[in-house]
């Protein structure tokens, strides 16, 4: 008997809203119903403090807007992608992903798509 995960349905109603659009839409119409989507979760996001991936690569799979992609061992994580549906979290064991309400303490000199810490300015 195989346990459902409590977010498979969130993760699969997410996923099929996004999969609904044609594959070849334009991009600006798949990044507004990304943007519709971010509305439902209200200004909250994923917060990445890289020195505490290990590059296991569980919360991608987890993503249903793509915001997080895995190279080797290093995580990538796109914040205009992210919807702050928290999926991701579920799947991280050291807590480098956790979701934080936009405007929250970020890192302050931040490089790309990476945040150096979990510390700094505020946003």
Not at 65 to 83: D, F, N, V
Request: proline residues 7%; hydrophobic residues 25%.
């Amino acid at each position: 008997m195989t346990t459902e995960h409590p977010d498979n349905e969130l993760y699969e109603t997410l996923r099929a809203r996004l999969d609904s659009l044609e594959p070849d839409i334009p991009p600006s119409e798949r990044d507004s119903e990304i943007q519709r989507l971010k509305a439902l979760f209200r200004g909250r996001e994923a917060r990445f403090v890289e020195e505490y991936c290990i590059g296991c690569g569980r919360c991608v799979p987890r993503c249903p807007t793509e915001a997080l992609s895995l190279e080797g061992k290093t995580l990538h994580y796109a914040p205009e992608r992210c919807i702050g549906c928290g999926l991701c979290t579920t799947q991280c064991p050291t807590e480098a992903l956790t979701i934080v309400s936009k405007g929250a303490y970020t890192a302050s000199g931040c490089e790309g798509s990476h945040l150096e810490s979990g510390f700094g300015e505020k946003t």
